[in-house]
């Protein structure tokens, strides 16, 4: 079984920067793609950013993209984001996922198997 575990979240104001880890631990793991969602109070989860694991390509929503970067380890399959010019609309729980099995799907929630608990990010105006 793969446990994904997030840390990093917490408290920063706006225009201030965070940093997110996800580590995945339990059997041999060889991801696809991994990918950040959050969720912010009263509305759904949406995708943040993904990266594919054997090339490196990253995706974005356009509500981050210039401001956080999705990057990862091999040797520990531990992806990070950076958040820069963090903004009160990205209050949210973030979460990281994981998929083994290749597909061409990118942002859809649904398409990945494995789910960490989620670390609480709050930006204060």
């Known amino acids: 079984q793969v446990q994904l575990v997030e840390s990093g979240g917490g408290l920063v104001q706006a225009g201030g920067s965070l940093r997110l880890s996800c580590a995945a631990s339990?059997?041999?793991?060889?991801?696809?793609?991994m990918a950040w969602f959050r969720r912010a109070p009263g509305k759904e989860r949406e995708f943040v950013a993904a990266?594919?694991?054997?090339?490196?390509?990253?995706y974005y929503a356009d509500s981050v993209k210039g401001r956080f970067t999705i990057s990862r380890t091999n040797a520990q399959s531990t992806i990070y984001l950076q958040m820069n010019s963090l903004k009160p609309e990205d209050t949210a729980v973030y979460s990281c996922?994981?998929?083994?099995?290749?597909?061409?799907?990118?942002?859809?929630?649904?398409?990945?198997?494995?789910w960490g608990q989620g670390t609480q990010v709050t930006v204060s105006s």
């Open positions: 990266i594919s694991w054997s090339t490196g390509s990253t």
């Open positions: 996922a994981a998929r083994i099995a290749p597909t061409a799907l990118v942002v859809e929630a649904t398409t990945y198997m494995y």
């Open positions: 339990g059997r041999t793991f060889s991801p696809y793609r």
